[in-house]
């Protein structure tokens, strides 16, 4: 008959020898990275150890390889972790993000680019920008568009006078929870969140606080601040604010949707290469006349190029006229979108490519 205490003793000993392997090939995969690192400052390389389209490749076959229990999400931010570690030894990187510390745009960006980095808070979007453009940070993450509120208009009004591209996305399902000191919600007097978020849990809200106030502040994580300082206002935020504050769960996923999801830009000075699964992203504009728009599109039809989303801002060069900011499937150096771009290029008063990059992973 089969001991079961040996048996457990027996597994016990197999997983201490796994974690034993693991830490050698993780110790090995470093060692690699500096050697990485070095053969790049031999060759004259100092900038750029960061390779978004290499990142995306290995994590899409972490995600290929996956055979479970570990779900896919699970095992590439293991290896996200992994890479961040690894990259590290290359060179720290600096990333601005639209703060305070424990907003959606600081998890946005440790998912992109793991723990191992300096993540920086700055007050507005434009000053994420500006960190990023006076060198002062290798990256910037910046919110762009929520699926159920639409888009972030501050961020793509930056586009217009800002020289960075776009090296890469985010996708980061928002899970809202309702935070505080309270005993209990009907001792909740004020509601505090970003004007998005209380849209997001318009209907909770309605339902479970109709009569307390909502006051829309900077940041979640702002609300989570003023949370903990009066037992009278709840915040809307997310779990790490939470922690950040010291605040307790009053109620949790109170988002309206439940496929409440952000994306997020990944915003900086580099040119990314191709990996086989790109967006583009375009700013456009055209002559103010009939059919200006729809000639505007007619090379991604005739090119066979699926076009993701489309936007239109103020130019602020004149009223009543507008830019279109166009997302397309597929990197400029694919030959049926070069072609498409030429197209699009001798139709349009303002053509402007602010990216090609690997799309989200997951």
Request: hydrophobic share 40%; proline share 5%; net charge negative.
């Amino acid at each position: 008959m089969t001991n079961p205490d040996q048996t457990l003793a027996d597994i016990r000993k197999r997983i201490d020898q796994l974690d034993r392997d693991i830490q050698a090939l993780v110790t090995e995969r470093a060692r690699c990275a500096q050697q990485v690192a070095e053969a790049k400052r031999a060759a004259g390389e100092t900038t750029d150890f960061y390779r978004p389209e290499r990142e995306a490749e290995v994590l899409r076959m972490v995600k290929e390889r996956n055979q479970g229990p570990l779900p896919d999400e699970a095992i590439t931010r293991l290896f996200r972790e992994i890479m961040s570690m690894c990259l590290a030894l290359q060179e720290p990187l600096r990333i601005a993000f639209l703060g305070p510390e424990g907003t959606f745009t600081q998890a946005a960006a440790v998912k992109h680019f793991g723990h191992s980095v300096v993540t920086v808070p700055m007050a507005a979007i434009n000053e994420v920008f500006r960190e990023v453009e006076a060198g002062d940070a290798h990256y910037g993450v910046v919110p762009v568009e929520n699926s159920t509120e639409g888009v972030v208009n501050h961020t793509l009004d930056m586009f217009l006078r800002s020289p960075l591209r776009i090296c890469g996305e985010v996708d980061l399902r928002i899970h809202h929870h309702l935070l505080g000191k309270a005993e209990s919600l009907d001792r909740i007097e004020r509601v505090a969140a970003h004007s998005q978020a209380l849209a997001q849990c318009r209907e909770w809200l309605d339902t479970r606080l109709p009569r307390a106030e909502r006051v829309a502040v900077s940041s979640n994580a702002e609300a989570a601040r003023r949370a903990a300082q009066d037992p009278a206002i709840a915040a809307i935020a997310g779990e790490a604010a939470g922690e950040l504050y010291g605040l307790s769960a009053l109620a949790s996923n109170i988002e309206d949707e439940p496929d409440n999801t952000t994306r997020f830009l990944i915003v900086g000075n580099q040119t990314v290469a191709p990996t086989g699964r790109d967006k583009t992203s375009l700013l456009v504009s055209a002559q103010n006349r009939p059919g200006a728009l729809a000639s505007l599109l007619a090379p991604f039809a005739e090119h066979g190029i699926s076009m993701t989303r489309i936007e239109s801002r103020p130019s602020r060069q004149g009223m009543w006229s507008y830019v279109f900011f166009v997302d397309i499937e597929g990197h400029t150096g694919d030959p049926k979108v070069a072609r498409a771009l030429d197209l699009l290029d001798k139709e349009s008063s303002l053509f402007r490519v602010l990216g090609s990059y690997p799309r989200a992973v997951l």
